[in-house]
T-cell receptor, first 115, second 109 residues
């Protein structure tokens, strides 16, 4: 089966600019997650979708971050305006069923550098 | 929410030695405990996992143990090889996963 697809792989922007990341999960995977991984740290959850509904966005900085999953398939994560501390790898993951215990499959990530 | 502590942050061993990485978690509702291996510039990849109804699981050279009472779980790698060198993350959760900060394992030939 095809893996989790993410684009772009790399992005460099200036602070205060906006940026968007795209994720296409494994076909048939109902649950989709966005994680932020700052260099030298473990991934940190930003948002969890079940089909096209938000299950958990408690750690999403909603003043600048937004995410959507229209039609329950692809998802887009947006940052507007970006800050220097947003420099990180943004990982998308999907699971077959509801909940993490089905096991995450991660995409290759988008490495964002804010200068 | 869940809090996962992971130790050590770095671990250097000689090829053929064993390596042990330990994690503790805070939320007694967590029922799934995976371990991920991440090589430089690559995605985290699941190497082994354990569920709360199991105390130990083994897959060739790697094993994971879980002590629910003490809320800690460990990864054991035997007969380490240079290709085991990577960053290893533990995680815990039920609906979503909370990750530890990672352990950089260096295996010297």
């Amino acid at each position: 089966e095809a893996g989790v697809a993410q684009s772009p792989r790399y992005k460099i922007i200036e602070k205060r600019q906006s940026v968007a990341f795209w994720c296409n999960p494994i076909s048939g995977h109902a649950t989709l997650y966005w994680y932020q991984q700052i260099l030298g740290q473990g991934p940190k959850l930003l948002i969890q979708f079940q089909n096209n509904g938000v299950v958990d966005d408690s750690q999403l900085p909603k003043d600048r971050f937004s995410a959507e999953r229209l039609k329950g398939v692809d998802s887009t994560l947006k940052i507007q305006p970006a800050k220097l501390e947003d420099s990180a790898v943004y990982l998308c993951a999907s699971t077959r069923g509801q909940g993490s215990s089905y096991g995450y499959t991660f995409g290759s990530g988008t490495r964002l550098t804010v200068v | 929410g869940e809090n996962v502590e992971q130790h050590p942050s770095t671990l250097s061993v000689q090829e053929g030695d064993s390596a042990v990485i330990k994690c503790t978690y805070s939320d007694s509702a967590s029922n799934y405990f995976p371990w991920y291996k991440q090589e430089l510039g690559k995605r985290p990849q699941l190497i082994i996992d354990i569920r709360s109804n199991v105390g130990e699981k083994k897959d060739q050279r790697i094993a994971v143990t879980l002590n629910k009472t003490a809320k800690h779980f460990s990864l054991h790698i035997t007969e380490t090889q240079p290709e085991d060198s990577a960053v290893y993350f533990c995680a815990a959760g039920y609906s979503t996963l909370t990750f530890g900060k990672g352990t950089m394992l260096l295996v010297s030939p």
